[in-house]
């Protein structure tokens, strides 16, 4: 059974940082590609970055791109999102996303990921 858990996040003020993490239990973590999506109030389900099963291919949404880093260590069954300079509008639950097993490219299709995390909330002040 495969499960995705996210931690790290929080209430941050604009133009500060946070690290989110998700830890994969389940299966061999190196099998698959991993994403993060958001959901900001009021609004649809949003990609965010993707990462390939290796982590040597990564995939930005242009409204992150160069300010969000998509990371992960297979050693420890965790993918990572770094997160700088924040802004109001990155406001979300940011989910965690494991392709399923053989699928190693990164997508940033929702519909191409089969198992999701809980969820971890940030919140961005102004």
């Known amino acids: 059974q495969v499960q995705l858990v996210e931690s790290g996040g929080g209430l941050v003020q604009a133009g500060g940082s946070l690290r989110l993490s998700c830890a994969a239990s389940g299966r061999p973590f190196s099998t698959a590609a991993m994403g993060w999506f958001r959901q900001a109030p009021g609004k649809e389900r949003e990609f965010v970055a993707a990462v390939s099963s290796r982590g040597g291919v990564t995939l930005y949404a242009d409204s992150v791109k160069g300010r969000f880093t998509i990371s992960r260590d297979n050693a420890k069954n965790t993918v990572y999102l770094q997160m700088n300079s924040l802004k109001p509008e990155d406001t979300a639950v940011y989910y965690c996303?494991?392709?399923?097993?053989?699928?190693?490219?990164?997508?940033?299709?929702?519909?191409?990921?089969?198992?999701w995390g809980q969820g971890t909330r940030v919140t961005v002040s102004s």
């Open positions: 996303a494991a392709r399923n097993l053989p699928l190693v490219v990164a997508t940033t299709k929702e519909h191409d990921y089969e198992y």
